[in-house]
C-alpha cells in the first residue's frame, strides 16, 4: 500500500496567514493527488483534486501543488471558515489512502 | 442536487452484524463508482470498499475482506455495506462517498460529494 505522511499533524494560524500543507507519498503518484476539507461534525468535501485543480465553489485562495512523491496545499488570507481539518488522498492505486489529517486551529 | 444519506448505524457486541445502507439521490449509482470510507474516533480516514457503477464490480480494504460485503440496488438507487463478524476496531463513523466522475475506480479518481456518515460502535 501507498503511505501518505502530512505534516504537521497540527497547525495554529490567525485570520489572514498563509498556511502550508505538505504531503508526501511513500512512492511516486504522479499528480493522482487529492486534497480534502473536514470540519466537526460533518463529512469530508473534495477541495482540489489531480493535485491542483480546485473544485467549483472552492475559494480561490485555495490552491496545490506537486508531482511525483510531494504535495502542498496552500491557504492564503485565511478565513474563519478555513479551520477545519485537511486530508490528502492517493488516487493512483487501490487501496485508496488518505493522510493523516492536518488540523488547522484559529491561534 | 448530489445527495447520500447513510443509516443503519448503532451498537453491536463483537462478533455480531450489522447492515449499512446508503440512499443517493440526484444521480443514478448504475452511473458512478461508489465508496465506503470509515473514521474511527478521532482518527483518520480510511477506505473500506468500493462497487462500481457498471458491472457492479467490489474492491475491498484488506482490514475488511472476508468480512464485509458491499452491494447495491439499483432500483432503489441505494448502496450497502453488510458487516459481519464484527470487531471492536470496526467502530467508526462510515461514510458513503461517490466518484466524481468515473463508473468504477479509475486511477485519479476523487470522491464528491460525501454522506454525513452513520456512527457504528462495536462493544460488549
Known amino acids: 500500500d501507498i503511505q501518505m505522511t502530512q505534516s504537521p499533524s497540527s497547525l495554529s494560524a490567525s485570520v489572514g496567514d498563509r498556511v502550508t500543507i505538505t504531503c508526501r507519498a511513500s512512492?511516486?503518484?504522479?499528480?493522482?493527488l487529492n486534497w480534502y476539507q473536514q470540519k466537526p461534525g460533518k463529512g469530508p468535501t473534495l477541495l482540489i483534486s489531480?493535485?491542483?485543480n480546485l473544485q467549483s465553489g472552492a475559494p480561490s485562495r485555495f490552491s496545490g501543488s506537486g508531482s511525483g512523491t510531494d504535495f502542498t496545499l496552500t491557504i492564503s488570507n485565511l478565513q474563519p471558515e478555513d479551520f477545519a481539518t485537511y486530508y490528502c488522498?492517493?488516487?493512483?492505486?487501490?487501496?485508496?489512502?488518505f493522510g493523516q489529517g492536518t488540523r488547522l486551529d484559529i491561534k | 442536487e448530489v445527495q447520500l444519506l447513510e443509516s443503519g448505524g448503532g451498537l453491536v457486541q463483537p462478533g455480531g452484524s450489522l447492515r449499512l445502507s446508503c440512499a443517493a439521490s440526484?444521480?443514478?449509482?448504475?452511473?458512478?463508482?461508489m465508496n465506503w470510507v470509515r473514521q474511527a474516533p478521532g482518527k483518520g480516514l480510511e477506505w473500506v470498499s468500493s462497487?462500481?457503477?457498471?458491472?457492479?464490480?467490489?474492491d475491498y480494504a484488506d482490514s475488511v475482506e472476508g468480512r464485509f460485503t458491499i452491494s447495491r440496488d439499483v432500483s432503489r438507487n441505494t448502496v450497502y455495506l453488510q458487516m459481519n463478524s464484527l470487531r471492536v476496531e470496526d467502530s467508526a463513523i462510515y461514510y458513503c462517498?461517490?466518484?466524481?466522475?468515473?463508473?468504477?475506480?479509475?486511477?485519479?479518481?476523487?470522491?464528491?460529494?460525501w454522506g454525513q456518515g452513520t456512527l457504528v460502535t462495536v462493544s460488549s
Open positions: 462497487i462500481s457503477g457498471g458491472a457492479g464490480s467490489t
Open positions: 440526484g444521480f443514478s449509482i448504475s452511473n458512478f463508482a
Open positions: 488522498q492517493q488516487s493512483y492505486n487501490s487501496p485508496r489512502t
Open positions: 462517498a461517490k466518484d466524481q466522475f468515473y463508473s468504477s475506480p479509475s486511477r485519479g479518481n476523487c470522491f464528491d460529494p
Open positions: 512512492q511516486s503518484i504522479s499528480n493522482f
Open positions: 489531480a493535485a491542483s
